[in-house]
């Protein structure tokens, strides 16, 4: 009954003579009907025979009255208006006119509000008295038409599945969400594990594997490259004098001293107990004078910085290094070997000083 008082308010009142019609005209076919549709189809809308809007479920309602209520005035000043100044008929095109929308009963219309939304609805009419019942729903856009009108679950009907839809569609979100998490959980603790493998725990550089890894990659795809290896003269003094805390420094320290004399793309590691291997990549012209000289420029800057004093609990610690260099050429066995006799080379020709491969 409420909803049947709500229809006979809400459709425009007649001026003139016609105001004093008996109640078996004010009983239209279609006040009749929107006590059951109110129920069963809560979007629905009762059109006029000029297109004129005469009865509207309630989510109908918070459409055209901007959310409010359909008791409240907003949704009261729609009552009367022209369907077709409140929506646009997006598909099929054309429909300008009351008498268009009549000759598109029984077609899946896509409409649009005029103004204020860009959510597109999904429609169906049908001719009903001397007017249309129009049905419409959001299809697709049920989570837009949800978040921009603020509908909640009593603005559809019972049996719509647009709830179910929008449990299911969270529950994928929050699903995707939580599994997003834990693949970036699970990539993180990847690239930490292998980071920790090709990692140097004492100095922070490069290990062994790390420098296989990447000699490999670098034999794979050719191009110009040039390996160092890097032995620490006295270190062993320093160790039996000092003991193990001042040699664990004064590695730390020419780790430092490595990583600052070489480029952010080369490869630093510690290979051994004081032992470090350098790869230079894109070093060009190993062959000739100009690829000689800048390696031994860099060979020639990194001994005079180890040289210099190390400090530990105030007393200097004097080390140096020998190195030996040689181009990246052949596998990585090969390579290794020739620069490991060019700096065997390094340490009989008095220490502090640098070999090439021969």
């Known amino acids: 009954m409420d909803a049947m008082r709500h229809s006979k308010d809400a459709r425009p009142r007649r001026e003139g003579p016609d105001q004093t019609q008996n109640p078996a005209e004010d009983q239209a076919p279609w006040a009749e009907m929107s006590a059951l549709l109110d129920v069963f189809c809560p979007m629905h809308v009762f059109l006029g025979p000029q297109g004129e809007l005469r009865h509207m479920g309630a989510t109908f309602a918070k459409l055209v009255g901007g959310g409010i209520e359909p008791e409240a005035q907003g949704a009261q000043q729609a009552v009367g208006r022209r369907f077709l100044d409140l929506f646009e008929v997006l598909r099929p095109r054309g429909a300008e006119t009351m008498a268009d929308l009549r000759a598109l009963a029984g077609e899946k219309l896509s409409l649009r509000l005029q103004k204020g939304s860009g959510v597109t609805l999904k429609g169906v009419l049908a001719p009903f008295g001397d007017g249309v019942v129009l049905n419409l729903s959001f299809g697709i856009s049920i989570m837009d038409g ?142 000739g004078e100009r690829g000689r000289d800048e390696l031994a420029s860099i060979a020639g800057r990194l001994i005079a910085r180890i040289e210099e004093p190390i400090f530990w609990r105030g007393a200097p610690l004097g080390i140096s290094a020998s190195i030996g260099i040689a181009p990246g050429e052949g596998d990585g066995a090969a390579l290794f070997d020739r620069v490991d006799k060019a700096l065997y080379a390094a340490k009989h020709a008095g220490r502090a000083q640098f070999r090439f491969a021969a």
Do not use: W
């Not at 699903?175 to 998490?181: E, Q, V, Y």
């Not at 020419?254 to 080369?266: F, K, P, S």
């Open 146 to 287: 949800v978040r921009e009108f603020d509908l909640s679950g009593s603005d559809f009907a019972a049996t719509d599945l647009a709830i179910e839809m929008l449990y299911l569609i969270e529950a994928k979100s929050v699903a995707m969400g939580a599994s997003r998490k834990l693949n970036q959980r699970l990539q993180g603790a990847k690239i930490a594990a292998e980071e920790q493998a090709f990692t140097d725990t004492l100095t922070g550089l490069k290990n062994r594997r790390a420098v296989d890894h990447v000699l490999s990659r670098l034999i794979e795809r050719g191009g110009a490259f040039a390996v160092m290896q890097i032995d620490l003269d006295y270190f062993k003094a320093v160790n039996d004098t000092h003991g193990h805390p001042a040699g664990d420094h004064v590695l730390q320290q020419v780790a430092r001293i490595l990583v600052e004399e070489t480029r952010r793309g080369d490869c630093v590691a510690r290979v051994g107990g004081d032992e470090f291997v350098l790869i230079l990549d894109g070093v060009r012209g190993l062959d």
